[in-house]
């Protein structure tokens, strides 16, 4: 399982993921720059990827909670087993060999990648894929809302 990521980081990855699909120029070259000792946005993107992969995927082959042990091993074997859940591995850590030390346009590329990813792998569209993102940004915030009461 992806680490949990800081509601922040969440935020700023959004954030460029909006921008990538918006075009927008201005923003995208912002939410690039960041602190020493900050993650990167291209970094934080892909840790994005990975913990939506993490979440979608399991449900695709029925593992839930409540599952026995053996319906629950059952259930693993043929998502492990699965072609498109190996190709997502790859995809993710091919992303993350590429995050680290990527230029902007690379940067664009791992977002545009995450962003098709989702689309591909869900019930969201190129129309919904705003929509997406705004309700992941308003679940992070309402998570940081509850964090400070």
Same mark, same amino acid.
């Given at each position: ?18 921008? +990538? ?6 923003? !995208? ?18 840790? @994005? ?37 190996? +190709?997502? !591995?790859? @995809?993710?850590?091919?992303? !993350? ?16 990648? +995450? ?5 591909? +792998? ?10 997406? @993102? ?6 992070? @915030? ?8």
């Amino acid at each position: 399982m992806a680490d949990q990521m800081a509601p922040d980081d969440i935020l700023r990855a959004c954030g460029y993921l909006e921008a +990538v699909w918006m075009e927008d120029a201005a923003n !995208k070259a912002a939410l690039l720059s960041h602190h020493p000792g900050e993650m990167s946005t291209p970094v934080l993107v892909t840790q @994005l990827g990975d913990s939506i992969m993490q979440l979608l995927l399991p449900g695709r082959f029925g593992i839930h909670d409540g599952l026995s042990p053996q319906e629950l091993q059952a259930a693993a074997e043929a998502m492990h087993a699965d072609p498109a859940v190996r +190709v997502s !591995k790859i @995809l993710i850590e091919t992303l !993350k060999e590429i995050a680290p030390t990527a230029s902007p346009g690379q940067s664009e590329t791992i977002a545009r990648a +995450v962003i098709s990813y989702i689309v591909s +792998v869900s019930d969201a569209t190129p129309e919904t894929v705003m929509p997406l @993102l705004a309700h992941l940004r308003e679940s992070t @915030l309402q998570r940081l809302g509850d964090q400070s009461a």
